[in-house]
C-alpha cells in the first residue's frame, strides 16, 4: 500500500484524491490517498505523522505551499525558484524532497494537450502571487520571446521580475535569422497599464480574483486574433474569465488540465510511473 495525501485548506473540494485514485487504478497499484486539513500550525505535525505511518509523500496546497519548501531538506530548482512547494517525497525520516510540478504541468498541458506554442511567444501573467511565481521559471525554461508579469501592485510584479530575470539587458528577438538563442526578456507593469501593452500570444490569469466570482477586466487590445486565455482556475472560479472571453470571442482554457498535469509528475516522484492524463481529464471533464 502507497500511503499518499494533500494538505491544504480549504481541502475538502480536492479534486486530488479523485485523480490519484484513477491513476492508481491504471498503474494497478494499491494507492490510499487521503485529503488532510491543516493549518500552518498543524502542518508541521501531520507531516511527520504521515511519514511515521510509512507514508511516501503528500501534495500540498494554499496555503501550506511555502511552508512545504521550507521544511523540506531538499529542493528541485523548481521548488527553490517559486520559493514553495506543491509536492514532497519522504526519501527517508530525515530526507523530504520538494519539488514544484505546477510549472511543469501548466506547460505540458499548453504544448501538450493544447498545442499552444511557448517558445518564441510573447507571454503576460497577471498577477504576481504564489500561482505565478510557481510557472515563471518553467515559462522561462521553455524560451518564450518575453514574459511580461501586470499586477495590481506593481512592487510584487517587480520582485517577481528580479527573482525570474537571467538578463534584463538581454534584447528581445525581432528577427527570426538563425542565431544564438535570446535571452527572453521579463517585465513588470502596472495591471492599469495593460492597455498600452503591445498585444500577447498567450495571457496567463495567474489572479485570485476567480475566487470571488471576479475577473481581471482584460483589455481586448493586448489579444490578437490566435492568441489563448489560460486560467489557472478551474471549476466555479474559472467561470467568470471564461464568460468573459466568451462575449469578447477570445480563445479561452481553464486549468483543469494543468491540475491533472502537475498530478500526473507529482505521482511518477512518488512511484515512478507516468500515468495517462486524457482519459482522467475526460472524466473530470464530466463531472
Ligand atoms: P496566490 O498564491 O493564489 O497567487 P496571492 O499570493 O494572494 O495568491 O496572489 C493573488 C494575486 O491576485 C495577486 O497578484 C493579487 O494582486 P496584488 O499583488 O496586487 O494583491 C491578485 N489580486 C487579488 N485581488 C485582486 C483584485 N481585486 N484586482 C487585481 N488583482 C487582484
Avoid at 28 to 35: H, I, N, P, R, T
Avoid at 115 to 127: D, H, L, T, V, Y
Avoid at 196 to 214: C, K, M, Q, Y
Wanted: hydrophobic content about 40%; proline content about 6%.
Amino acid at each position: 500500500m502507497i500511503r499518499l495525501a494533500v494538505f491544504g485548506s480549504p481541502i475538502r473540494q480536492s479534486s486530488s484524491p479523485a485523480i490519484h485514485g484513477m491513476f492508481a487504478e491504471q498503474c494497478g497499484l494499491d494507492v490510499d490517498y487521503q485529503a488532510i486539513e491543516a493549518t500552518a500550525e498543524s502542518f508541521a505535525g501531520l507531516l511527520q505523522a504521515l511519514a511515521a505511518q510509512g507514508g511516501r509523500g503528500c501534495n500540498v496546497t494554499v496555503p501550506l505551499k511555502k511552508q512545504a519548501w521550507q521544511l523540506a531538506q531538499r529542493a528541485s530548482l523548481s521548488a527553490q525558484r517559486a520559493q514553495a512547494a506543491n509536492t514532497l517525497v519522504f526519501e527517508s525520516d530525515n530526507d523530504w524532497y520538494a519539488d514544484n510540478t505546477d510549472g511543469r504541468g501548466l506547460v505540458q498541458d499548453l504544448s501538450g494537450n493544447l498545442g499552444q506554442p511557448i517558445r518564441a511567444s510573447r507571454i503576460c501573467i497577471i498577477g504576481a502571487g504564489g500561482a505565478a511565481a510557481g510557472i515563471l521559471g518553467d515559462l522561462l525554461a521553455q524560451e518564450p520571446k518575453c514574459i511580461t508579469i501586470a499586477n495590481r501592485t506593481l512592487e510584487r510584479a517587480r520582485e517577481l521580475q528580479q527573482t525570474f530575470s537571467t538578463s534584463l539587458d538581454a534584447p528581445a528577438a525581432e528577427t527570426s535569422e538563425p542565431g544564438p538563442t535570446p535571452v527572453p526578456v521579463v517585465s513588470a507593469i502596472s495591471l492599469d497599464d495593460l492597455g498600452i501593452a503591445t498585444p500577447f500570444d498567450l495571457v496567463i490569469n495567474a489572479t485570485s480574483l476567480g475566487h470571488e466570482t471576479r475577473h481581471p477586466g482584460l483589455p481586448e487590445t493586448i489579444f490578437l486574433p490566435g492568441s489563448l486565455c489560460y486560467d489557472l482556475n478551474y471549476g466555479a472560479a474559472a467561470e467568470p474569465l471564461r464568460a468573459f472571453c466568451g462575449e469578447m470571442g477570445i480563445s479561452y482554457e481553464d486549468g483543469l488540465g494543468m491540475l491533472v498535469e502537475q498530478a500526473a509528475l507529482s505521482f511518477e516522484l512518488w512511484t515512478g510511473r507516468s500515468p495517462e492524463t486524457a482519459p482522467v481529464l475526460r472524466v473530470l471533464r464530466q463531472l
